[in-house]
């Protein structure tokens, strides 16, 4: 039975949420003024409350817009009878340990589409610079450990991805995580497949359009690619949000760079299974070609 720590007549902290708390404020330098550490300290005092079985409340999130420059409306575009939307929805709720999942919008026709399928939704600011900061708006409203975010135009998504980034949170001190895969021949130098270089502990140590690492003495390195399925504490999205848009962020339009750039660690999983993010025509038609084979 976990020690609980008693804050006031309000709030109760177990151990578990006690260290968590100190690892945002020793362990890092970014977590901002006292009066944003007390507010963090009382946000995981009231996750005590609001606990599932395996002991980590989360629950994901999925932005979704129809501003998309390269393929516009595209999360309402059909694959093989469903929609991209649809699909991404279906395979996120799959995953049983997510305690919910909501689609995050701007747009009032994915909205009333969702609500037409039963679908949980949130209409969500137009202002929002990208998913990162629409998964925010939620975190405010929403009590959890744990914030998951996956984009709606991830179609192949599975719940084994949202497996392998909880079991990564699992641990207190990460305070985001992500996704990584062998990359395919194909992809190493192609600039819509993100790639990732990580430490010898799995940390993040950058994420480009580039080839990276750069086999200048064709030694054979691993290419892995990043997916773009992220997992969060509360206590970095209100760091990521209270930041400005970042250099690197702003050259590679890689909405993660502002993390890494501003000190916050990005700790990275491997999966097996790859996905397609669809942003073109072409990437529509590979999807649909994967789905029929299956």
């Known amino acids: 039975m976990p020690q609980i720590i008693g804050i006031g007549s309000r709030h109760a902290l177990t151990v578990a949420d006690l260290s968590l708390a100190l690892a945002s404020q020793i362990g890092y330098t970014f977590w901002g003024t006292a009066l944003e550490r007390i ?3 009382l946000h995981i005092a009231n996750l005590a409350q609001n606990r599932t079985l395996d002991g980590m409340k989360a629950i994901a999130a999925i932005p979704a817009r129809l501003a998309s420059t390269r393929l516009p409306r595209k999360v309402l575009r059909e694959i093989a009878g469903e929609t991209l939307l649809g699909r991404v929805y279906s395979a996120v709720r799959a995953c049983p340990r997510l305690e919910q999942v909501i689609i995050a919008t701007d747009s009032d026709e994915i909205l009333q589409l969702a609500r037409h399928n039963g679908w949980d939704a949130q209409l969500t600011s137009a202002a929002h610079r990208n998913g990162t900061e629409r998964v925010h708006e939620l975190a405010a409203l929403i009590a959890a450990d744990v914030y998951v975010n996956v984009q709606g135009d991830e179609p192949l998504t599975r719940p084994e991805h949202i497996v392998s980034l909880l079991d990564l949170m699992q641990d207190p001190w990460v305070q985001v995580g992500t996704l990584k895969t062998p990359a395919a021949p194909e992809d190493v130098s192609n600039p819509n497949a993100v790639k990732v270089v990580t430490d010898l502990s799995g940390r993040a140590l950058y994420f480009s359009r580039a080839t990276i690492p ?30 400005p848009e970042s250099p690197l962020e702003r050259s590679e339009r890689l909405e993660q760079l502002r993390f890494l750039e501003n000190g916050i660690p990005i700790h990275v999983a491997e999966t097996p299974y790859d996905t397609v993010r669809v942003d073109t025509e072409e990437d529509l038609r590979r999807v649909e070609l994967i789905l029929r084979a299956r």
């Open 214 to 243: 750069h086999d200048r003495d064709r030694t054979g390195p691993r290419y892995f690619t990043h997916l773009g399925v992220y997992a969060y504490r509360k206590a970095a999205l209100d760091r990521y949000c209270a930041l």
């Open 39 to 41: 507010d963090s300290l």
